[in-house]
């Protein structure tokens, strides 16, 4: 350390004495000495300046600094001065980089310490070291001379001994070789590849150390063929693995494709074997079922499809997919393997771990694709519109459960099953359209046929209790299922170790439906749910009480009872048709679950036959009752008749559906029997109930329909059933409309002089008549109720139709009153009040329809010619032309002035156009 001390003074001191000896140039024209130099070494800006103008090139590698000054001297006479000034700058420039180059070894002085330390050391111990060396040599030479001619024979026989052993365990080596041939083929036979391998492996090691030895080169051609003969065995052992998993073995597998180091050349191998297995299984399952064999020559596997038998077809398909459920469920198994198996993962590389995970799981689109393929052949190959419909929804359930099948093998719900659905999309639409057709065809006939007789059944009757509906059941359950599966990370669905295949039916027992029940029931008519019970009060023989709100009369003793449906207890009003109808939608609604892209077309089909039915029931029971039909269902029935109803010519796209003809044997003109309105109860009534069931099934049918049709289906229940119950009003006005004999009445009305002068106390004849008609219809209402409850619904549809064309009545009558007085207007109003006392003795419907209008003409009698022209302007919607011309005539006959009555006319002319 002193040392390097001593040279660093020494070199800064020879550096300041070599300046000050010589004169610097500070500037061109001034030359310092000594003590200028003192005075400017330690400026910082002189040093940083004179630093600056360091030539850069100078300390370069690849040059020679003197060689590049002196090729920068002027070539003629240079002057001195010049040169001097440039001598000197280049030795202030050398001061101040010796001054630099000090501090810097200055600053880094202890690092220097260190590594003179460490250089010192290591010369100490290589001295150590050649003293050592030196003894060991002088050793060993004293040693050798010290050696005798015994103990040099004594080392010779033991080395030759040596030699002997040495060859003596080769021999053994070479023995033991030769019998691993044995061994080997041993190993192989129990599938003990990583033994085998091993074992091999050894043997070729041991092969390559003596390969001096002729008999060794034989052995080692033998250990390469046998090599080769283990990795084809392993390749057998894994295309069985394909069709049938086994955990160890497979195991074993990939534990010699480990040792091998061909992994990965393994997974390739091992997706060409799974496409082998898909094309032969698939064969050898078709082979088996198909008429077109021939042993002589092997049938392309779509003629072989084409041989197959219609009664074979669905067992064959059931076997097909079974087949491919077990080559897909060896995949998965494969797969769980490779990602939960830690011993075989621990042995794998970073790199080839993940090659294996995405080679697998690359391979799941590819065996999903083969399957599709080999089933689309199948699908193809057959024309299914020729099937049962039982038969063909197999076929659709079949392939329903593979794309399941196929969604869970793949590990999503977005997988590509066109291969499946275009098919059977194709053949489903033209199948359905037929079998459609069929099935209108059918409802026409048994609607034509039908008598509207009640079908006794169980109050506790639903659509799920046919037969055609229990797989709503089992869907509720699936759903169910898929959301415990979902909750359930454990379960492993229709791959795991004991599911059965899910493409082979089970024997399913036919189950009877029960909801038939018996035509009456004592026990039955007994019980009377509360809202009855409000509105008929059972007192002394069975004489029900009828009124409403708070006050209740009596009916006379000699009033009938009416038997009123409470479908609770007498369950539902249906037909044998109606039952065919449910029975039908029951099947397509089965087609909407096992084929979602033709399920718009399904509820297309199911609006068509309720529509229909509905037509059907306008056609026996209204179409003569034209102008009583609103506007709206008017236009929907047009629709039906348009787009549905066979015409002369059949359309070419869409049903046909052969238009309803009347049956001869229902009588709808019998006062007796109230013009058919048993059968016309039981025909609006079931279709009533017809419609409600559609409320029962509108969250199932949302989930079917796609989003983008769901406008259709909203639209069919906003505006198709409504209208099926609007219905109802004008089939049960035919009977209102005949019930009672109106004209009649009315030309009794006709008679009655309103001119008296006298103040009547006592109503009308034609008073009278009306109310026994009211009663007549009660006891026709009765006797009808015993052959059909009626529901209260309909009972008081019926009286309010009736008590409203009975209140048209008195305005016809009143209105027709060419003369009034007060009196005349008093018995008016005597004899409607009269009317509406005797029939609230058995009629409960309150208000009285159409009472108001009435009411609100016989009091116009009374207004002055101001207040009736008010009148007529608020109230002219409610009443006739001719009605309020006869008000004008009856109020007016004292104004002298006809003008004002032309007014009046001719302003109700102008209200009516």
């Given amino acids: 350390m002193e040392k390097i001390r001593s040279l660093i003074a020494t070199h800064q001191q020879k550096s300041i004495d070599s300046v000050e000896d010589e004169p610097i140039f500070l500037n061109e024209k001034h030359i310092s000495t000594k003590k200028d130099w003192e005075d400017h070494k330690d400026d910082p800006e002189e040093r940083d300046e004179v630093m600056k103008g360091i030539a850069g090139h100078l300390f370069t590698a690849e040059s020679d600094p003197n060689l590049k000054l002196l090729e920068e001297l002027p070539e003629d006479k240079a002057d001195l001065i010049e040169l001097e000034e440039k001598r000197h700058r280049m030795r202030l420039q050398h001061y101040f980089v ?17 590594e003179l330390d460490r250089v010192i050391g290591l010369e100490q111990d290589l001295q150590k070291t050649f003293a050592v060396t030196m003894d060991i040599r002088f050793s060993v030479k004293q040693a050798k001379l010290g050696l005798t001619d015994g103990a040099i024979t004594l080392l010779g026989h033991y080395a030759q001994r040596q030699r002997l052993i040495s060859l003596l365990n080769t021999l053994k080596t070479i023995k033991i070789l030769h019998k691993t041939d044995e061994r080997l083929k041993e190993l192989i036979e129990k599938e003990d590849f990583p033994g085998a391998i091993q074992l091999c492996r050894d043997c070729q090691h041991a092969a390559v150390t003596f390969r001096q030895y002729k008999c060794i080169q034989d052995l080692n051609s033998k250990l390469k063929d046998t090599a080769v003969l283990i990795e084809e065995r392993l390749d057998e052992v894994l295309s069985v693995m394909c069709v049938s998993f086994d955990h160890e073995r497979y195991s074993k597998i990939t534990t010699a494709y480990l040792l091998l180091g061909k992994l990965q050349s393994a997974m390739d191998q091992l997706h060409m074997h799974f496409t082998s297995a898909i094309h032969s299984r698939v064969y050898e399952t078709v082979y088996r079922f198909a008429s077109n064999t021939s042993a002589d020559q092997k049938i392309r596997y779509e003629l072989l499809c084409k041989g197959v038998p219609h009664e074979h077809y669905i067992p064959c398909l059931s076997h097909l997919l079974t087949t491919l459920w077990a080559i897909m469920g060896s995949y998965q198994k494969m ?22 995970q995405q080679k697998l799981q690359l391979g799941l689109a590819r065996i999903w694709m083969d399957v599709q393929n080999k089933v689309n052949h199948y699908l193809l190959a057959q024309d299914l519109s020729i099937f049962q419909f039982d038969d063909f929804i197999k076929v659709l359930d079949l392939v329903n459960r593979l794309i399941h099948v196929g969604q869970e093998f793949c590990g999503t719900p977005n997988i590509p099953c066109d291969l499946l659905r275009d098919p059977l999309r194709a053949q489903s639409v033209q199948y359905f359209r037929r079998y459609h057709q069929s099935r209108a065809e059918e409802v026409s006939m048994f609607l034509n046929n039908e008598l509207w007789v009640l079908l006794p059944v169980k109050p506790t009757f639903t659509t799920l209790q046919l037969n055609e509906f229990r797989f709503m059941a089992q869907h509720d359950e699936r759903s169910s299922n898929n959301e415990k599966m979902r909750l359930n990370e454990s379960h492993c669905g229709y791959f795991s170790p004991d ?15 029960s909801f038939f029940g018996s035509c009456e029931s004592d026990e039955e008519e007994d019980s009377c749910d509360d809202e009855l019970k409000r509105d008929f009060v059972e007192d002394g023989d069975s004489q029900p009480v009828v009124g409403g709100g708070g006050r209740r009369k009596r009916q006379s003793s000699n009033a009938p009872k009416t038997n009123f449906h409470n479908s609770s207890r007498d369950g539902p009003i249906v037909t044998n048709t109606t039952l065919i109808v449910l029975r039908y939608f029951g099947k397509y609604m089965l087609m909407m679950d096992s084929l979602k892209p033709i399920a718009f077309d399904v509820l297309v089909s199911m609006s068509q036959l309720f529509e229909y039915y509905m037509y059907a029931v306008y056609v026996f029971f209204a179409s003569t009752n034209v102008e009583t039909i609103n506007p709206r269902l008017a236009g929907l029935l047009l629709k039906i008749e348009n787009t549905i109803i066979m015409g002369e010519e059949p359309r070419q796209d869409g049903v046909n559906i052969p238009p309803p003809q009347v049956m001869e044997a229902i009588n709808l003109r019998d006062p007796h029997d109230l013009f058919g309105l048993r059968e016309r109860l039981i025909a609006t009534e079931s279709l009533v109930f017809l419609a409600s069931q559609f409320d029962l099934w509108k969250g199932y049918l949302d989930n079917q329909i796609p989003e983008d049709k769901l406008s259709f289906l909203n639209n069919f229940y906003s505006q198709t059933l409504p209208l099926a119950r609007e219905l109802r009003e004008t089939v049960y006005n035919g009977v209102a409309a005949k019930a009672m004999s109106y004209n009649e009445i009315q030309s009794v009305m006709a008679t009655v002089r309103w001119d008296t002068k006298e103040l009547m106390d006592q109503p009308n004849g034609y008073v009278n008549k009306m109310v026994g008609e009211m009663e007549s219809l009660q006891r026709k209402l009765s006797s009808v109720s015993q052959c059909v409850p009626i529901p209260v619904e309909v009972y008081r549809m019926i009286w309010s139709l009736c008590l409203s064309q009975m209140c048209v009545v008195f305005l016809e009558g009143f209105g027709s009153a060419k003369k009034c007085t007060h009196e005349g207007r008093a018995w008016m109003q005597l004899d409607f009040q009269q009317f509406i006392v005797q029939i609230d003795r058995f009629i409960t419907i309150k208000p009285v329809p159409g009472k108001g209008p009435v009411d609100n003409f016989i009091k116009a009698y009374y207004l002055t010619e101001g207040d009736l022209e008010q009148w007529i302007r608020e109230n002219y919607m409610d009443y006739t032309s001719k009605q309020l011309n006869s008000l004008i005539n009856c109020t007016t006959t004292q104004i002298s002035k006809m003008m004002q009555r032309n007014r009046l006319s001719n302003l109700v002319d102008e209200l009516m156009k």
């Fill in 98 to 114: 010796g001054r630099k180059l000090t501090s810097e070894l200055l600053s880094k002085k202890d690092e220097f310490g260190l």
């Fill in 335 to 356: 797969l769980a393997y490779h990602e939960k198996e830690q011993l075989c993962a621990d042995k794998l590389s970073q790199f080839d771990r993940n090659y294996v």
């Fill in 499 to 513: 599911s059965p295949s899910p493409f082979v039916f089970a024997d399913e027992e036919a189950v009877e439906e």
